[in-house]
């Protein structure tokens, strides 16, 4: 069987499936698919074709065809037109998902404007901090999420028109105000004519923000060129990671159709970009899960809808693994789980494996926000060899490793995390200077710390804040993390650093137990760490608890808040 570097030559060489050249962007050569889409508008037009015969979103008793979804899309971007949007106005949408979150997010894109994403978590100081510093003119809104800033809206001096998706005006208390209306007049009057308004390759898309566990959130742009290059890049992952393990790997549901549970959020680029767009184009069946997460909602959709792909992020994975009923469920259908880098990668897949028995393969991912989703994967073979990898870069996609001097490490050696290729970010929106920061010479620097072996697979080992320097000793944490979720009777676990006279740092561990009931001990713990890891990576400090460890959309550890910095909110769905 070819070797991955192999499969990659082969799809990415001159006549490959998804051959590679070199074209100048921005100023900079940059590796790109010499075959793609110019902009986001060109997926619908392919996406209509395929009719009304297989639904596109499945939302409680709403089945929506493909052609009748673009159709209406058609329909929200003429709406939009009349309100006065046009190219480069931004439209944010802050709404649990739901198909007019699709729509929006369609309708307005179509048209060169851009969506911005708000956190459908966020409280009200943060809502009115994002349509601020987006300076969007119109806001989608759900009731539950409007009604926490009614009162607030005049703080926003660019928004013109809020359309409210599940409400009326008068049910929010937006009654007489003139800028209010319902989403739904926008969707009256669906039509196969799209938008003609010209929209060039590195027109900004989508604003989404940061997930901001320090400061202020930051509205990280992605362009049309950046979404196309990520949506072929995960069309190539699926084609790459079939051939890498010699078989199909996601075999299709019996209408012929595959069916994914959609549980990301879209105003995370999983929910958007690797979601939301990739199942326009390749026809998938998209199952939403109607209101906040729950296990037994994902479980039933599973079963009953025969979902063959669930690509989310692990915090949910970890609910629906850990839940006690779920092998009371009909979960044969699933042949592929995905999810983003998760500390505890190789004992998720374990659990992941046992939830679902005809699993072809857990597959891992490492992205961010800024890389427009997907830089590396880790195919289901690949994980079963490398658990502990987050795959290799993706075409189009380099990653080097830099050192403290910004110089290239060895091979093995770990330092900063640096990325680069069409998918990363024009910036963050309104501020040149920390895009600058940030994006250097065209390299994204992530502030993780991880390294790269001879085969070039990347291994994140921790968040470069997040590193313990603990007497002159580097301690990467999510080292600690790994050995610690391996005990059977740890669920979850995040090490951090806590302040010490002398050594400058100490290690503490917060640990969620298994099970309300343990007797897992401090020095049971610190034994366990000791067993396989040096004596200075063994907590000083061990908190155990039953309750979850505080994690934000993108199922990232808040380590703030397990430092007592900043407020953490599981409202919605943690």
């Given amino acids: 069987m070819p070797t991955p570097s192999e499969i990659t030559a082969q799809l990415t060489g001159p006549g490959g499936m998804f051959e590679v050249v070199v074209e100048d962007v921005g100023g900079r050569p940059t590796e790109v698919y010499k075959e793609r889409m110019r902009s986001l508008r060109d997926i619908p037009v392919a996406a209509r074709n395929r009719g009304n015969d297989l639904p596109f979103i499945v939302y ?16 929200v971007s003429a709406g939009l037109a009349k309100l006065g949007v046009a190219h480069g106005d931004r439209v944010a949408v802050l709404a649990q998902n739901c198909p007019e979150w699709c ?3 369609w309708g307005t894109v179509d048209i060169g404007a851009v969506l911005v994403g708000l956190n459908g978590w966020w409280k009200a100081d943060e809502i009115v901090y994002g349509l601020q510093d987006s300076g969007a003119k119109i806001l989608v809104a759900d009731r539950r999420r409007i009604e926490r800033v009614t009162g607030d809206l005049d703080e926003c001096p660019d928004l013109e028109h809020i359309l409210l998706i599940d409400c009326d005006p008068a049910d929010v208390g937006l009654d007489g105000d003139e800028r209010a209306r319902r989403f739904d007049e926008l969707t009256a009057d669906p039509t196969p004519d799209l938008p003609t308004v010209r929209i060039a390759q590195d027109d900004p898309a989508v604003i989404l923000y940061t997930s901001g566990t320090t400061g202020r959130p930051k509205g990280a742009v992605s362009t049309h060129r950046n979404m196309v290059a990520n949506l072929q890049n995960t069309l190539y992952t699926s084609v790459y990671g079939s051939m890498v393990s010699g078989d199909e790997l996601i075999p299709k549901s019996k209408t012929g159709q595959n069916v994914s549970l959609f549980t990301s959020p879209l105003f995370h680029v999983s929910g958007c970009h690797s979601t939301l767009v990739t199942g326009l184009l390749a026809g998938l069946r998209l199952v939403m899960v109607e209101g906040r997460f729950d ?6 959709l ?3 809808e025969g979902v063959t792909i669930w690509a989310t992020v692990p915090t949910m994975v970890w609910r629906v693994c850990e839940h006690p009923a779920r092998h009371d469920y009909d979960t044969s259908s699933v042949r592929t789980v995905a999810f983003g880098g998760s500390p505890s990668a190789d004992e998720l897949q374990r659990m992941v494996r046992d939830t679902f028995p005809n699993l072809k393969g857990a597959s891992n991912v490492y992205g961010l926000t800024e890389s427009s989703s997907a830089a ?12 502990t990898s987050v795959g290799r870069p993706v075409p189009t996609v380099r990653i080097k490793i830099a050192d403290e001097d910004g110089a290239d490490a060895p091979t093995g050696q770990p330092g900063e995390v640096l990325i680069t290729g ?5 910036g963050y929106w309104g501020k040149p200077d920390a895009t600058a920061e940030t994006v250097r010479d065209g390299w994204l620097h992530t502030g993780d710390i991880g390294l790269l072996d ?3 697979y990347l291994f994140i080992t921790d968040r470069k804040k997040d590193m313990i320097i603990r007497g002159g000793e580097n301690v990467y944490c999510v080292e600690i993390e790994n050995r610690l979720v391996a005990h059977p009777e740890v669920l979850d676990a995040a090490v951090i650093g806590v302040p010490h006279p002398e050594l400058g740092e100490e290690v503490k561990a917060v640990v969620q137990l298994a099970a309300a009931g343990s007797a897992l001990t401090t020095a049971d713990v610190q034994g366990w760490v000791a067993e396989t890891l040096a004596g200075f990576k063994v907590p000083a400090y061990v908190e155990l608890r039953t309750d979850k460890l505080p994690r934000n959309a993108s199922g990232k550890l808040l380590k703030n808040a397990l430092r007592g910095v900043g407020e953490v909110s599981f409202e919605e769905t943690m």
């Fill in 103 to 105: 729509l929006a997010f």
């Fill in 295 to 300: 296990p037994d909602k994902a479980l039933q």
């Fill in 376 to 387: 590396t994967v880790l195919s289901p073979r690949e994980a079963v060899e490398r658990p």
């Fill in 422 to 426: 069409p998918t990363i970010m024009a």
């Fill in 302 to 304: 599973i079963q009953d």
């Fill in 454 to 456: 001879e085969e070039g």
């Fill in 60 to 75: 409680g008793k709403l089945r929506i065809g493909f052609a009748d979804f673009v159709d209406t899309a058609n329909s």
